[in-house]
């Protein structure tokens, strides 16, 4: 997957999570957290997301990467450039 | 060999067993029961649907809202707003002797309440409200910190401190006497900062679509199913013995049958915990009504009255109930959709204290004269504080603590369960975890975050 790909599949799983939510302005740079209204529930929801969709493992301590788009998209960058797009 | 085994199918269970299915873990939902819901349940009766519990949802949010736990249930369930059908109360009061404080879903009418009744005490009440709004701290030592002594703090009119416990008590609270902090605000923020509501078809609409999504996303429900074992293996769970004899294994075992109950499950350390036991059990006297309680002037959903200057939470010492204070819910009294119209009869319910003991001991001819005669007490000591619909009944039914503990298997018959909490469902066996009322969340939205987030802690992020 491309970074492009992987950014559309990272919003596909917010949609999912938070579905009232509108994404098209999502600012890549700032954290999530400060734009959407996700608590830690929800955090948890995009690696078990990533885990069933992808078989993509986020370990614990790799969740600080899951804070921005941009850092959530250059972190599974390596993780899943091997993954065919759908 | 399952991913998790739940024991109990009420709303906490089957909320836990959609986020494990979800997540594609093989799991399954284990119900002594012949039916689903716990202390959440529903049955039909000569004809008329009856629920038991549900008196109210609480934490009821608008559609669109983000914030609370009711916008985090539907997120986490992948559930619509519109799944929980709920239309939101007209008008409730807590009504003392000569005094009554009216709310409904916006905090305003009670501040305005409070400022007629209790002039003095007005900024106090807000100081409380701002006290509580982001409450967030479920660490056991902070949320056990005793309720009258916070509240004696802020309020300086004992008689406001009793009117603000008595309907936070009735709706939740474990303990006698006194409150846990911590329970408390989650508690006040569910009853008056977000608010009341109901499903038109009760709370079976609710359950069923549980039921459906669990099932849908591949997880197995069976009922008649009690669990009459927890098999422990060095100090770790391992799976489960039934009634039948049949034994299953699981990696993690998540139980909703209450603490103490679960603890007895494992044949270990149960007397450790006995002393956490609840005590505090009701009666429900149930009348149907050949007119619309609002044609007798009845226009509230639900009121807490309390006879006296003083609100006493405790289990009847001296008699089979205590019915100096009580609770009428009046589920006709919700703003329903038009569509819906109003339920097919009126319907008045009253809840009183009663003593699980008594009820226990008494022998099975004494039992029916008892309810008769404490459905007559319970209603006429409700007539108080409503107008009376007595003339009007045409069918009643009463529950218990005894029928409670015939169908939920809680100890005492203790609706809200232990008096302490399990707040991260975590117990001293490995792979055995907490949730529903004993993990500290009460409610019908309560005891599905409940469900959810010890799921969400213990069946799936360590998987």
Redo the contacts between chains.
């Keep these: 997957m491309s970074p492009a790909e992987i950014r559309a599949a990272v919003i596909d799983i917010l949609e999912t999570i938070a579905p009232d939510e509108d994404l098209s302005n999502l600012d890549d740079a700032k954290e999530f957290r400060d734009q959407m209204e996700l608590d830690s529930m929800d955090f948890l929801d995009i690696v078990m997301e990533l885990r069933k969709r992808y078989r993509v493992q986020v370990p614990e301590e790799d969740y600080e990467n899951l804070v921005s788009m941009a850092s959530t998209v250059s972190y599974l960058e390596p993780k899943m450039a091997d993954i065919p797009a759908e | 060999m399952y991913d998790s085994i739940i024991i109990g199918a009420g709303m906490s269970g089957l909320a836990a067993g959609i986020r494990a299915a979800y997540?594609?873990q093989k799991v399954c939902v284990l119900e002594r029961h012949y039916t689903i819901g716990g202390l959440n349940s529903f049955y039909r009766l000569r004809g008329r649907n009856y629920d038991v519990g549900l008196h109210a949802v609480t934490n009821f949010t608008p559609p669109?809202a983000?914030?609370g736990p009711f916008?985090?249930l539907l997120?986490?369930l992948?559930m619509?707003w519109d799944d929980f059908g709920l239309s939101p109360q007209l008008m409730s009061s807590i009504s003392f002797p000569g005094i009554e404080l009216q709310f409904d879903n916006n905090i305003d009418l009670l501040r305005s309440e409070v400022s007629k009744e209790f002039p003095q005490q007005i900024d106090n009440f807000d100081k409380l409200i701002a006290s509580l709004i982001d409450y967030d701290d479920l660490e056991q030592k902070h949320f056990e910190v005793s309720t009258r002594e916070r509240l004696q703090e802020i309020i300086t009119d004992p008689l406001l401190v009793e009117m603000i416990l008595c309907p936070i008590m009735w709706y939740g609270n474990p303990r006698e006497k006194d409150m846990d902090w911590g329970q408390f605000c989650i508690m006040f923020r569910s009853l008056f900062l977000e608010g009341f509501a109901r499903p038109f078809d009760g709370v079976r609409l609710i359950l069923k679509k549980l039921v459906r999504k669990f099932r849908e996303l591949g997880g197995e429900l069976k009922l008649r199913t009690g669990v009459s074992q927890i098999k422990i293996d060095n100090g770790r769970a391992v799976g489960v013995v039934l009634d039948s004899g049949e034994e299953l294994s699981g990696n993690n075992i998540l139980s909703s049958a209450g603490a103490v109950e679960t603890f007895k499950l494992c044949d270990s350390d149960e007397q450790l915990h006995a002393h956490t036991t609840g005590q505090l059990s009701f009666v429900e006297a149930i009348s149907t009504l050949d007119k619309y309680p609002r044609e007798l002037g009845h226009n509230k959903t639900i009121v807490f009255f309390n006879d006296s200057e003083t609100f006493h939470w405790e289990r009847p010492t001296d008699d089979f109930c205590d019915v100096r204070t009580g609770v009428v819910c009046t589920p006709n009294n919700y703003c329903y959709d038009e569509k819906d119209g109003d339920l097919p009869e009126g319907v008045m319910r009253v809840t009183a204290l009663a003593d699980y003991e008594r009820w226990r001991a008494v022998d099975q001819s004494d039992y029916q004269s008892q309810k008769q005669s404490w459905f007559d007490q319970v209603q006429a000591s409700a007539a108080r504080f409503v107008p009376d619909y007595r003339p009007h009944v045409i069918d009643t039914d009463m529950f218990t603590p005894h029928t409670i503990h015939r169908f939920t298997w809680h100890e005492n018959g203790a609706v809200y369960g232990a008096t302490r909490k399990w707040l991260d469902g975590k117990t001293d066996i490995n792979n055995l975890f907490l949730c529903g009322t004993d993990q500290g969340f009460v409610g019908i939205i309560g005891s599905i975050v409940s469900g959810?987030?010890m799921a969400?802690q213990h069946l799936?992020?360590r998987s």
Excluded: E, T
Aim: aromatic residues 6%; charged residues 45%; without cysteine.
């Design positions: 997540y594609d669109g983000k914030k916008a985090r997120r986490q992948r619509k959810i987030s969400n799936l992020a």
